[in-house]
């Protein structure tokens, strides 16, 4: 089992407990450790991971585009231990491991906020919002003081979890910048012309 707190970050303040081999952190809602995909940017969308092998905990970058960086040392791949601080990115958002207890036995991940951490409203997360897209699977129901008790949000496609961004179709700005371009030869040959 390891145990993590945010210590900066736009959810500072929460501890994170986690009991499996695999946990993956970035900014994409289906990371294990999801971090603000709008205020958050200098970390990446899949950043790092932390694995179990041997009875350890090795924290390794996903090839992230800031680095992923260790009690202020960049690392590709590091054994961790506890009182260890993770920055990702430079002046991104930290996490600092606070136990690390045997290597992980079960498939389960155990999250919790502290209580000093204000949880979003469900009613206005864009994460959460009916027909917004980058929905967490797993957060399709809301909390009972937030919203009328039963009430729950549809599944996203999968599809629609990938990227919380559409992207313009490349045809289109292409098809643009061929017309601001006609233009441009337009005024240039009318004006040689006169």
């Known amino acids: 089992m390891i145990r993590l707190r945010q210590t900066k970050g736009a959810d500072s303040g929460r501890d994170l407990e986690f009991d499996q081999d695999l946990i993956r952190i970035g900014r994409m809602p289906d990371s294990d450790v999801n971090f603000d995909p709008e205020v958050d940017l200098d970390a990446s969308g ?8 041997n009875g350890r905990y090795i924290l390794i970058d996903a090839g992230s585009r800031n680095g992923t960086w260790l009690n202020g040392q960049r690392v590709k791949h590091a054994a961790l231990r506890t009182d260890d601080e993770i920055e990702f990115g430079r002046g991104g958002p930290k996490l600092k491991v606070r136990a690390l207890q045997g290597g992980p036995g079960r498939k389960r991940t ?3 906020t502290s209580p000093t951490v204000t949880r979003r409203d469900p009613r206005f997360d864009a994460l959460t919002a009916q ?3 980058g929905a967490r699977p797993d957060e399709t129901a809301s909390t009972p003081d937030s919203l009328a008790e039963g009430l729950r949000f549809p599944r996203p496609d999968r599809d629609s979890t990938r990227s ?13 910048a061929g017309v601001v371009l006609l233009a441009a030869i337009a005024l240039v ?4 012309v006169q």
């Open 164 to 176: 919380r961004r559409q992207r313009p179709n490349s045809a289109v700005l292409w098809g643009a």
């Open 189 to 192: 040959v009318s004006a040689s």
């Open 46 to 53: 899949r950043h790092a991971e932390i694995r179990s092998e």
């Open 110 to 112: 155990i999250s919790r």
């Open 131 to 133: 027909g917004m897209t």
